[in-house]
């Protein structure tokens, strides 16, 4: 009889503790799956709508301007850049954008605030978050010459309704003092105050004549992707290449410090919790390997005096952890299939508790907790919970491998 088969039949001699710890790996296969997915449903989530405010995944901009952003700093020759970057496989869109403070005024208040100028053709559902939020009017068109769409909040506090009058002041491109007058044309409600209460939407034509720009200059381009995980690859690429060495080319963590260290805390304290859960379940194992070895003294003793070598004990103990391993994955695998389908299409509301507008570093997030996992977590979940149960064993083994055959035949 062969090692592999010994080692299968050593398992099923007691099938109670057996089953008892396979069921402890399957379940931190559902732990570990819950955990990782909701990671990579969320922060994903955040990203994108991150990215959807105005910035992109990816941002090309003038030099320093993330650092002290100024409308007299623009990128010249957008069209052309623009071009290029939509043609690239991880691109899903490009958007040109100008940004910049302001001050907005009514008939009876002022408010200062940001901006950002679009040009409708270019605006989707997809690419820009401002158009899922409108709650009241219409999005700018191509013939909204001087409309302007701003949070609800803004309007508020300018005692300001649709069709009303609203003037924004801001520097043109030499440092001077400008104004021009707009009219609301619709109110978005993100959920996050700090943009419903000084946000607002411009038509791009009309802000270039009125910064003094030129048709083909803006202040960024804000690149969609098709994964957010290639953006630190991408960047690094396309700040390589001459055709953008005139330009600053920056990732979703420069543009968005706040939210990625927010992100990253949160990632801390969710492996923090996985590996606390892995060290119960490691120590599962290796006591139920430990008892397992320790009842069976007196059999390793008569199994080396009949020749047994003590690394054949070893290997026999290993791959007991080995099947042992493959049968609590091959569970929790079962078990948590049903498990991550209904928590990737449905999910759990959790609006009752957090209500329609929660937001995580200044980002609306979706109040259904949902799960996804990428191919990478799941590749990562497996091995890494399979590389715990053997080491688990490998204490245990080393110690079946280490009795002594004439002290073991004494055992009772």
């Known amino acids: 009889m062969n090692l592999n088969t010994l080692a299968w039949r050593n398992l099923w001699r007691h099938k109670r503790r057996t089953l008892i710890t396979a069921s402890s790996i399957a379940f931190g296969v559902l ?65 040109t954008r100008i940004q910049g403070q302001a001050m907005f005024a009514s008939a009876r208040k002022s408010v200062a605030g940001m901006f950002i100028a679009i040009d409708p053709a270019q605006e989707t559902a997809n690419n820009n978050l401002f158009i899922q939020a409108l709650s009241e009017g219409d999005m700018l068109t191509a ?41 609301v044309s619709g109110l ?7 943009v419903d209460g000084g946000m607002a939407l411009l038509p791009m034509q009309s802000v270039q004549k009125v910064l003094g720009y030129e048709a083909d200059e803006v202040s960024l ?52 919790s996985q590996l606390l859960i892995a060290l119960l379940i490691a120590a599962g194992i290796l006591n139920t390997m430990l008892m397992s070895v320790l009842e069976r003294i007196r059999e390793f003793g008569v199994m080396m005096a009949l020749g047994m070598s003590p690394r054949n004990l070893f290997c026999l103990v290993m791959l007991e952890s080995f099947w042992l391993a493959m049968i609590g994955l091959l569970i929790g695998v ?34 259904v907790f949902k799960i996804r996992l990428f191919k990478e977590s799941i590749i990562g979940i497996l091995i890494g919970l399979f590389s715990l149960a053997l080491l688990s064993g490998a204490y245990p083994a080393w110690r079946a491998g280490r009795i002594p055959p004439v002290e073991s035949l004494k055992a009772l």
């Open 221 to 272: 381009i804000a690149v969609s992707l098709h994964d957010q995980r290639t953006s630190h690859a991408l960047r690094d690429a396309m700040q390589n290449q001459p055709e953008f060495k005139h330009v600053e080319v920056l990732n979703w963590q420069q543009t968005q410090p706040d939210l990625a260290g927010m992100i990253a805390v949160d990632k801390s304290a969710n492996w923090i």
């Open 31 to 95: 732990l570990a799956v819950t955990f990782t997915g909701a990671g990579d449903y969320f922060y994903t989530r955040m990203i994108d709508a991150g990215a959807n405010m105005g910035m992109g995944h990816l941002t090309l901009a003038a030099p320093d301007y993330n650092r002290a952003p100024s409308t007299q700093k623009r990128i010249h020759a957008a069209d052309t850049l623009q071009t290029m970057i939509v043609g690239l496989p991880e691109v899903k869109s490009a958007v």
């Open 334 to 367: 079962v078990i948590t299939i049903p498990w991550y389908w209904y928590m990737a299409e449905t999910g759990i509301d959790l609006t009752s508790a957090y209500g329609d507008d929660f937001s995580f570093g200044g980002v609306l997030l979706d109040t």
């Open 143 to 183: 013939s909204s010459g001087k409309g302007i769409v701003m949070g609800e909040d803004l309007a508020h506090k300018l005692q300001l309704r649709l069709g009303k009058k609203v003037v924004y002041t801001t520097t043109d491109v030499n440092g001077d003092i400008v104004s021009a007058i707009a009219r």
């Open 188 to 194: 978005f409600r993100t959920g996050v105050a700090e």
